[in-house]
């Protein structure tokens, strides 16, 4: 029976701590890959003007400081190396949605 795709989104209130977990290869166990399209320098400034924008806003709750898309792709990717896969469908991505 063919499984259905799906795509989760996350808000990530916290976008350094979660590039910190997702790149740690002692504290993530069970990805196949991994790909960077920003070094932290990036994500620190991004999390930093994010929390000062929210302040400015006014705004009451959590900053959002970026989302974070989880993707299920139908299981034919098995056949080919993980890295490759999240590499094109990354740039992809880029490429579309810049």
């Known amino acids: 029976m063919p499984r259905h795709s799906f795509i989760q989104m996350s808000k990530l209130p916290n976008v350094?701590?979660?590039i910190s977990y997702i790149t740690s290869h002692a504290r993530q166990e069970n990805l196949y890959a991994t790909y960077r399209t920003a070094d932290s320098t990036f994500w620190s400034n991004l999390a930093r003007e994010s929390q000062q924008e929210f302040q400015r806003s006014g705004t009451e709750g959590?900053?959002?400081e970026a989302r974070e898309l989880i993707i299920a792709l139908p299981?034919?990717?098995t056949q080919y190396e993980p890295q490759q896969v999240l590499t094109d469908f990354t740039e992809e991505f880029r490429r579309?949605?810049?």
């Open 96 to 98: 579309r949605y810049g």
């Open 62 to 64: 959590k900053c959002i």
């Open 75 to 77: 299981e034919i990717y």
């Open 16 to 18: 350094k701590g979660r």
